[in-house]
């Protein structure tokens, strides 16, 4: 039982990273239907951007902020500007696959410049347990949880609380309209890419002390944000939420009680079946095609 | 005056091809270049420094050593070009590959040339295969898992052992042979874990090694997964001993997993660090001469060719047909041959029996706590 349990709060941390980097995969897409195969990249790539700050002299918690502003300008406004608005106009397909071309090209730039070995990346949170319920749970999973939990509270409270807020739903759901009632459209879209790159980056600073900074390490995080957006509901923010933590539980039930062998397979499989019996996923609303 | 001189340099191409016909031929084919560079050049360079030191000596049966070397550029194709053609200038003995698949795709070249190849590769498959003229300079993972169950079962006195390994050729391999000596010495083994190459969550898979609540664990995977494992069997405070191989306590490990590698144990082979006064002596001359410290591919390159003097002087001949007959069953010990740095036995299959070296990560360092004896 103890077992469960602590197999329980892995879950949840690493289900709280997956929720992040899934709730970028859906603001794009509503925004701009723009679908991110290069998220995963995304996540992967701040952590080098940080420790080459670090490289050059600058301490961590700069390095820190020195890596998101970056990344917000790299991730989010060069993306937007130099790939998605040329491709944009190309249809779903072409940006998709544009997408995917940037995520080999991110990964092969991080080998050749950085290394193809990994690296250690230093942790925000300090090592050591604490007693939850009686059981031993590591500061780390705790952190994470929390960091995350935060992040998805503002960005809830962002969009539905404030007129800025209102401002990018209403650009998301119908911008034609939007437009005419004197939204600023298209800087609410950049600000999505800007939140994007926002999650992607402190995702990151997360993730990589226990996965460790390597330019392949993007891969695994990609498809399971992917996977934990469909199930949970590609146009719902709570959706790719509860569908990240769901997805992190069950990686690690899957991997400690069916087997380790077919862990990958799981999430998969469920997947599928959520796709043959709730193909708006499990939070998701059932939309028409835009196009 | 022409005549003269016209005689003159007949007389220098006689005698110098007489030189030639005189010299003991070897040929290398090494990684010089691509992925396993170091694992190469090391190699080379051991190989550069013993033929410098028996030459200064007067050679083997008062015949010079010469090697030719190429580059596999770390590629099974080009290697395998590359050992034929070597094997058509008809060397006595081939030296190299030392990636094991480079040696896996050349090794039956050199059998049907009837050459004796002196290699780097440790999968385990690799002499398993009948080929009766491959020889190891290092163990494979039938000889040192072995002595890690050995390890386990003296040493940490673990009655029950939780196993976790990658699921690929090396893992798989390491795995099988273990798991069954721990139960031939009367080791339970509690948990047998799989896991996949590139994994980054192990936090399931300790969970099981916790449930189990085994004395020892047992860690097969490569760096970077073991510096994972290594930070989550920490996070999730299980305290049973750590045990592995190369792969668990090498610097890389030390780097990537901080304070978590501390206390972890592994066996190795060959290492610079080692507590033989030969091997120091060794590692004093290489650095001397090459300006940096050889990891224990410059030993294995060095070994080679001692192997090669010895078991020459041993037949007393050159006979390139004889050659792996002779070494298949050869003890060379140390003290006749000081070359050789440590005692070691050949068997029929051309793997090797020696003493190895119990090292422990302690505050970050590698550690040599224990000398491993030979098996038989």
Redesign the interface.
């Known amino acids: 039982m103890s077992n469960l349990f602590d197999l329980l709060v892995a879950g949840l941390a690493t289900g709280a990273i997956y929720a992040l980097v899934a709730v970028g995969f859906t603001l794009l897409w509503q925004t701009s239907q723009t679908i991110n195969f290069a998220q995963g990249e995304f996540v992967m790539l701040p952590a080098f951007l940080m420790l080459a700050a670090m490289h050059v002299g600058a301490p961590f918690w700069l390095a820190i902020i020195l890596g998101i502003l970056l990344s917000m300008i790299l991730l989010g406004l060069a993306f937007k500007m130099l790939l998605v608005d040329p491709m944009m106009r190309h249809g779903v397909l072409p940006l998709a696959i544009a997408t995917m071309a940037l995520a080999i090209g991110i990964k092969e730039a991080v080998k050749q410049f950085f290394s193809a070995e990994a690296s250690p990346f230093p942790s925000i949170v300090p090592t050591g347990d604490i007693s939850v319920l009686g059981h031993a749970v590591s500061l780390q999973s705790i952190g994470v949880l929390v960091v995350a939990i935060l992040a998805v509270f503002g960005l809830t409270t962002l969009l539905n609380r404030t007129s800025l807020g209102h401002q990018m739903q209403a650009a998301a759901q119908n911008p034609t309209v939007a437009r005419i009632i004197g939204v600023p459209v298209e800087r609410m879209i950049l600000l999505t890419f800007l939140i994007n790159a926002f999650l992607v980056a402190l995702a990151s600073l997360l993730i990589t002390p226990i996965y460790l900074a390597k330019f392949s390490s993007g891969e695994v995080l990609g498809q399971a944000a992917f996977i934990a957006a469909i199930v949970g509901g590609f146009n719902q923010v709570r959706g790719a939420i509860a569908g990240g933590l769901l997805i992190g539980v069950l990686d690690n039930l899957a991997a400690s009680y069916v087997s380790t062998q077919y862990r990958a397979a799981v999430p998969l499989i469920f997947l599928i079946v959520v796709i043959l019996f709730r193909p708006q996923g499990l939070l998701g609303r059932a939309e028409e095609r835009t196009v | 005056m022409k005549s003269t001189l016209l005689v003159g340099a007949l007389l220098t191409a006689i005698t110098t091809t007489g030189a030639f016909a005189q010299a003991i031929k070897l040929a290398d084919v090494a990684e010089l270049s691509g992925g396993g560079a170091t694992v190469g050049t090391n190699w080379k360079n051991g190989i550069d420094l013993a033929i410098e030191e028996i030459n200064a000596k007067g050679g083997v049966l008062g015949r010079k050593l010469e090697v030719t070397h190429a580059d596999s550029q770390s590629n099974p194709g080009v290697a395998r070009a590359q050992v034929q053609k070597a094997l058509d200038a008809e060397p006595y003995v081939l030296l190299g590959p030392g990636y094991s698949g480079s040696v896996k795709v050349t090794a039956p070249l050199a059998a049907e040339a009837g050459i004796a190849q002196i290699m780097g590769g440790e999968a385990a498959e690799l002499t398993q295969a009948g080929n009766k003229f491959l020889f190891r300079t290092s163990f494979g993972q039938q000889s040192s898992m072995p002595k890690v169950a050995k390890y386990i079962h003296d040493d940490m006195k673990a009655k029950s052992v939780a196993v976790v390994w990658v699921?690929n050729d090396f893992g798989r391999g390491g795995r099988d042979v273990v798991i069954k000596e721990l139960e031939r010495l009367g080791s339970k083994v509690v948990a047998d874990?799989?896991?996949?190459a590139?994994q980054?969550?192990f936090?399931?898979?300790v969970?099981?090694i916790?449930?189990a609540n085994p004395d020892a664990v047992f860690v097969y995977l490569n760096e970077?997964e073991s510096?994972?494992i290594l930070?989550e069997l920490?996070?999730?405070?299980v305290t049973a001993p750590l045990m592995g191989e190369t792969t668990l306590i090498g610097q890389?490990v030390i780097?990537?997993?901080?304070?978590a590698a501390n206390g972890a144990r592994g066996h190795v082979g060959l290492t610079t660090d080692a507590p033989v006064d030969l091997i120091k002596g060794f590692r004093d001359r290489f650095s001397k001469k090459y300006n940096y410290v050889p990891d224990h591919n410059g030993l294995k390159g060095y070994l080679a060719v001692y192997m090669v003097k010895a078991t020459t002087e041993k037949m007393g001949k050159v006979d390139p047909k004889a050659f792996a007959d002779t070494l298949h069953g050869l003890t060379i010990k140390a003290a006749d041959e000081p070359g050789i740095l440590m005692d070691v036995t050949f068997d029929a299959n051309g793997d090797i029996d020696r003493q190895s070296f119990l090292v422990e990560v302690v505050e970050g360092k590698q550690v040599v706590k224990q000398v491993l004896p030979k098996m038989k």
């Open positions: 699921n874990l799989s896991t996949e590139g980054a969550d936090a399931a898979d969970g099981k916790k449930a970077e510096a994972r930070k920490k996070r999730q405070g890389k780097e990537l997993a901080g304070d």
